[in-house]
């Protein structure tokens, strides 16, 4: 006589589309495929631990363990370098319990994802820009946690990349003596990223480029503005130098949007 379990396992022995070997796993409880996960990961075994927490989030929604598996998840997926997967999970972590303990974690996690995924600045930025808005989420939102000077650094280091980009751009323009259009390159860079690293270069770039169009005056207060900022600089050594072929000096014009960026990069705004 074939018994009920008997005639089960016939049938699934018998049906290609159903894994035997997946049964007990779909019956485990939430908390021992939890378990299982991090002993995975303490083995060193980060796709089985993914797997793991995926199976509680899917088997038991909504749940104490699929809330601590979807942290994991996240985590896994980053450390796998899987950063798409990791962003999209960390995101609906944070729409379900955008003010539990994890969150914090959780973004500062999304914003690693990004952060991993900045190209080189003859690349596009799309990343950076990313980074930015996922990494001033940790700061604004959750300023007592310990992932915010990290979050602040990778904000700096992605304000660089942008800022780095534009002066690509411009220095093509540059070359081609298409000086307008690098002034408006170079421009974004000292009144939107004053604190970055690319400011020195930019504003000797006006002056050669303002000196280059024959408007002395913007070129002449780039280079004050520059001197006074950077006074140590390579780059305003060299500005200084161009001035003096045309018998001109750094002179500030107080009007000029150059002269009132000056003020900000004073301030370090």
């Not at 007990?24 to 495929?33: H, K, N, Q």
């Not at 729409?95 to 690693?112: E, H, I, K, M, T």
């Not at 259009?181 to 400011?199: D, G, K, L």
């Not at 001035?243 to 001109?248: I, S």
Request: glycine share 6%.
């Amino acid at each position: 006589m074939i018994t009920a379990t008997g005639s089960l396992l016939a049938s699934c022995q018998s049906d290609p589309d159903i894994d035997i070997t997946k049964l007990a796993a779909e019956t485990e409880p939430a908390e021992v495929l939890y378990n299982q996960g991090l002993a995975n990961i303490k083995a060193g075994n980060m796709a089985e631990a993914g797997r793991k927490f995926d199976a509680v989030d899917r088997q038991h929604p909504f749940s104490e363990w699929s809330q601590k598996s979807l942290v994991m998840s996240t985590f896994v997926k980053y450390r796998l370098g899987r950063y798409t997967e990791a962003t999209a999970t960390g995101k609906r972590y944070l729409s379900l319990y955008p003010r539990a303990d994890d969150s914090a974690y959780v973004q500062y996690l999304v914003g690693l994802s990004y952060w991993k995924q900045i190209t080189n600045v003859t690349q596009d930025q799309k990343a950076s820009n990313q980074t930015i808005e996922a990494m001033q989420k940790v700061v604004d939102e959750y300023p007592d946690s310990e992932y915010v000077d990290d979050a602040q650094a990778k904000i700096r280091f992605a304000r660089d990349q942008l800022a780095g980009k534009e002066m690509q751009i411009g220095r093509y323009y540059l070359e081609r003596k298409e000086y307008l259009a690098a002034i408006s390159r170079f421009r974004v860079v000292v009144e939107r990223y004053p604190t970055t690293n690319q400011v020195e270069e930019a504003l000797a770039r006006l002056v050669e480029s303002y000196y280059a169009l024959g408007v002395v005056e913007e070129a002449q207060t780039a280079a004050a503005v520059l001197g006074h900022n950077y006074p140590d600089s390579q780059w305003y050594a060299d500005s200084y130098k161009l001035l003096k072929t045309g018998g001109l000096e750094p002179r500030e014009n107080a009007g000029s949007w150059i002269s009132r960026a000056g003020k900000k990069l004073l301030l370090g705004s």
